[in-house]
Protein backbone atom coordinates (compact mmCIF):
# COMPACT_ATOMS: atom_id res chain seq x y z
CA UNK A 1 0.00 0.00 0.00
CA UNK A 2 1.20 3.57 -0.76
CA UNK A 3 2.07 6.12 2.19
CA UNK A 4 -0.38 8.29 1.02
CA UNK A 5 -2.72 5.62 1.27
CA UNK A 6 -1.64 4.53 4.38
CA UNK A 7 -2.05 8.50 6.05
CA UNK A 8 -5.43 8.80 4.52
CA UNK A 9 -6.27 5.47 6.13
CA UNK A 10 -4.77 7.23 9.38
CA UNK A 11 -6.87 10.59 9.05
CA UNK A 12 -10.19 8.41 8.24
CA UNK A 13 -9.69 6.55 11.30
CA UNK A 14 -9.00 9.21 13.38
CA UNK A 15 -12.07 10.94 12.18
CA UNK A 16 -14.13 7.73 13.18
CA UNK A 17 -12.43 7.63 16.47
CA UNK A 18 -13.83 11.00 17.38
CA UNK A 19 -16.43 12.87 16.02
CA UNK A 20 -16.55 12.21 12.30
CA UNK A 21 -19.60 10.85 10.48
CA UNK A 22 -20.97 9.86 7.55
CA UNK A 23 -22.73 12.39 6.03
CA UNK A 24 -26.15 10.92 5.21
CA UNK A 25 -27.42 13.91 3.28
CA UNK A 26 -25.21 13.48 0.44
CA UNK A 27 -25.47 11.76 -2.55
CA UNK A 28 -21.32 11.81 -2.54
CA UNK A 29 -19.60 9.43 -0.03
CA UNK A 30 -17.92 11.69 2.00
CA UNK A 31 -16.86 11.77 5.91
CA UNK A 32 -17.58 14.86 7.40
CA UNK A 33 -15.08 15.82 10.44
CA UNK A 34 -15.94 19.20 12.59
CA UNK A 35 -13.22 21.10 14.16
CA UNK A 36 -12.12 23.55 16.53
CA UNK A 37 -10.78 26.60 15.08
CA UNK A 38 -7.28 26.78 17.18
CA UNK A 39 -6.93 23.49 15.45
CA UNK A 40 -7.11 24.92 11.89
CA UNK A 41 -3.03 25.44 11.97
CA UNK A 42 -2.71 21.32 12.66
CA UNK A 43 -5.13 20.29 9.94
CA UNK A 44 -3.68 22.40 7.67
CA UNK A 45 0.04 21.35 7.72
CA UNK A 46 -1.20 17.77 7.82
CA UNK A 47 -3.02 17.69 4.90
CA UNK A 48 -1.38 20.09 2.78
CA UNK A 49 1.36 17.83 1.88
CA UNK A 50 -0.37 14.82 0.82
CA UNK A 51 -1.65 13.94 -2.29
CA UNK A 52 -4.80 12.91 -1.26
CA UNK A 53 -5.75 16.50 -0.16
CA UNK A 54 -7.80 16.67 -3.62
CA UNK A 55 -10.13 14.59 -1.88
CA UNK A 56 -10.71 16.83 0.77
CA UNK A 57 -13.35 20.16 0.91
CA UNK A 58 -12.82 22.31 4.11
CA UNK A 59 -15.81 23.99 5.28
CA UNK A 60 -14.45 26.98 7.35
CA UNK A 61 -17.62 28.24 8.26
CA UNK A 62 -19.24 25.52 9.64
CA UNK A 63 -16.13 24.42 11.10
CA UNK A 64 -15.53 21.05 9.01
CA UNK A 65 -14.01 19.03 6.46
CA UNK A 66 -15.38 16.55 4.32
CA UNK A 67 -13.07 13.79 2.89
CA UNK A 68 -14.03 11.63 0.05
CA UNK A 69 -14.00 7.90 0.69
CA UNK A 70 -14.88 6.33 -2.04
CA UNK A 71 -11.66 4.63 -2.22
CA UNK A 72 -12.37 3.35 1.52
CA UNK A 73 -15.67 3.03 1.75
CA UNK A 74 -15.23 -0.37 2.90
CA UNK A 75 -13.20 0.74 5.89
CA UNK A 76 -15.76 3.32 7.09
CA UNK A 77 -18.93 0.49 6.80
CA UNK A 78 -17.16 -1.24 8.92
CA UNK A 79 -17.30 1.13 11.39
CA UNK A 80 -20.81 1.14 11.03
CA UNK A 81 -24.04 -1.23 11.62
CA UNK A 82 -27.87 -0.39 11.12
CA UNK A 83 -26.71 3.17 10.06
CA UNK A 84 -24.85 3.82 13.82
CA UNK A 85 -21.13 3.98 14.53
CA UNK A 86 -19.93 0.85 16.19
CA UNK A 87 -16.41 -0.48 17.26
CA UNK A 88 -15.64 -3.68 17.56
CA UNK A 89 -12.04 -5.26 18.27
CA UNK A 90 -11.44 -6.71 14.93
CA UNK A 91 -11.25 -3.06 14.10
CA UNK A 92 -8.30 -2.41 15.82
CA UNK A 93 -6.31 -5.37 14.81
CA UNK A 94 -7.23 -4.06 10.79
CA UNK A 95 -7.27 -0.54 10.96
CA UNK A 96 -5.88 1.21 14.38
CA UNK A 97 -2.36 2.55 14.60
CA UNK A 98 -0.54 4.60 16.74
CA UNK A 99 -0.77 7.50 14.04
CA UNK A 100 -4.58 7.25 13.78
CA UNK A 101 -5.03 7.92 17.87
CA UNK A 102 -2.23 10.37 17.94
CA UNK A 103 -4.27 11.73 14.82
CA UNK A 104 -7.75 11.89 16.68
CA UNK A 105 -6.24 13.46 19.90
CA UNK A 106 -4.63 15.99 18.31
CA UNK A 107 -7.70 16.51 16.09
CA UNK A 108 -10.62 15.99 18.62
CA UNK A 109 -8.79 16.25 21.97
CA UNK A 110 -9.65 18.74 24.45
CA UNK A 111 -7.27 19.24 28.08
CA UNK A 112 -9.07 18.59 31.21
CA UNK A 113 -7.67 18.56 34.74
CA UNK A 114 -7.63 15.07 34.72
CA UNK A 115 -5.78 14.75 30.93
CA UNK A 116 -6.64 15.08 27.72
CA UNK A 117 -10.17 14.14 26.50
CA UNK A 118 -11.11 12.70 23.51
CA UNK A 119 -15.10 13.22 22.60
CA UNK A 120 -16.50 10.41 20.40
CA UNK A 121 -19.73 9.79 18.69
CA UNK A 122 -19.25 6.33 19.36
CA UNK A 123 -22.24 5.04 21.53
CA UNK A 124 -21.19 4.33 24.93
CA UNK A 125 -21.71 0.57 25.23
CA UNK A 126 -18.50 0.45 22.73
CA UNK A 127 -16.73 2.98 23.86
CA UNK A 128 -15.15 0.42 26.85
CA UNK A 129 -13.81 -1.67 24.02
CA UNK A 130 -12.69 1.23 22.27
CA UNK A 131 -10.33 2.50 25.11
CA UNK A 132 -9.29 -0.73 25.77
CA UNK A 133 -7.49 -0.80 22.03
CA UNK A 134 -6.16 2.46 22.21
CA UNK A 135 -4.88 1.41 25.22
CA UNK A 136 -2.95 -1.39 23.83
CA UNK A 137 -1.78 0.49 21.25
CA UNK A 138 -0.51 3.20 22.94
CA UNK A 139 0.64 1.19 25.89
CA UNK A 140 -0.58 3.77 27.95
CA UNK A 141 -3.76 4.02 30.72
CA UNK A 142 -6.64 4.76 28.84
CA UNK A 143 -10.24 5.25 30.72
CA UNK A 144 -13.48 5.19 29.14
CA UNK A 145 -15.96 7.92 30.12
CA UNK A 146 -19.58 9.13 28.62
CA UNK A 147 -19.08 9.63 24.93
CA UNK A 148 -15.57 10.35 25.12
CA UNK A 149 -12.02 8.40 26.04
CA UNK A 150 -9.41 9.91 28.55
CA UNK A 151 -5.96 9.90 28.53
CA UNK A 152 -4.18 11.06 32.11
CA UNK A 153 -0.53 10.35 31.10
CA UNK A 154 -0.37 13.34 28.93
CA UNK A 155 3.60 13.21 29.65
CA UNK A 156 4.47 9.88 28.97
CA UNK A 157 1.80 10.08 25.36
CA UNK A 158 4.08 13.39 24.76
CA UNK A 159 7.22 11.38 24.89
CA UNK A 160 5.96 8.27 23.32
CA UNK A 161 4.46 10.70 19.70
CA UNK A 162 8.06 12.21 19.61
CA UNK A 163 9.86 8.80 20.21
CA UNK A 164 7.80 7.21 17.10
CA UNK A 165 5.96 9.97 15.05
CA UNK A 166 7.94 12.55 13.60
CA UNK A 167 8.35 16.09 15.06
CA UNK A 168 5.15 17.91 13.68
CA UNK A 169 2.53 15.29 15.11
CA UNK A 170 4.40 15.53 18.91
CA UNK A 171 5.11 19.38 18.62
CA UNK A 172 0.65 19.82 18.55
CA UNK A 173 0.67 17.14 21.44
CA UNK A 174 2.78 19.71 23.49
CA UNK A 175 -0.20 22.40 23.76
CA UNK A 176 -1.60 19.77 25.93
CA UNK A 177 0.58 19.91 28.08
CA UNK A 178 0.65 21.78 31.43
CA UNK A 179 3.76 24.48 32.75
CA UNK A 180 4.26 21.85 35.63
CA UNK A 181 4.55 18.99 33.14
CA UNK A 182 6.56 21.04 30.84
CA UNK A 183 9.11 21.71 33.59
CA UNK A 184 8.90 18.12 34.64
CA UNK A 185 10.10 16.81 31.46
CA UNK A 186 12.86 19.75 31.01
CA UNK A 187 14.45 18.63 33.95
CA UNK A 188 14.52 14.70 33.31
CA UNK A 189 15.72 15.83 29.92
CA UNK A 190 18.77 17.61 32.05
CA UNK A 191 19.22 14.88 33.97
CA UNK A 192 19.07 12.25 31.37
CA UNK A 193 21.78 14.72 29.28
CA UNK A 194 23.78 15.28 32.55
CA UNK A 195 24.47 11.72 32.69
CA UNK A 196 25.24 11.11 29.28
CA UNK A 197 27.80 13.37 29.60
CA UNK A 198 28.88 11.87 32.80
CA UNK A 199 29.49 8.53 31.09
CA UNK A 200 31.08 9.52 28.26
Not at 53 to 78: M, P, W
Request: hydrophobic share 40%; aromatic share 12%.
Amino acid sequence: MLVNELAKEDLITAALIGEGYLDNYNAKDELVIPFAKEKSFYLYNLLKDNSYKDSIRFEARRGQFKIDITDNISLVQSWYESGQKVFKKELAFKYLSFRSVVIAVNVFGERKIEGITVPSTIPNEFIRTLSYCIERKLNLTVVSGKNCIKIPEVPNLFLETYKNLDTFDSTQLLSYLTKAEKSKLVEISTRKSEEFYVEN
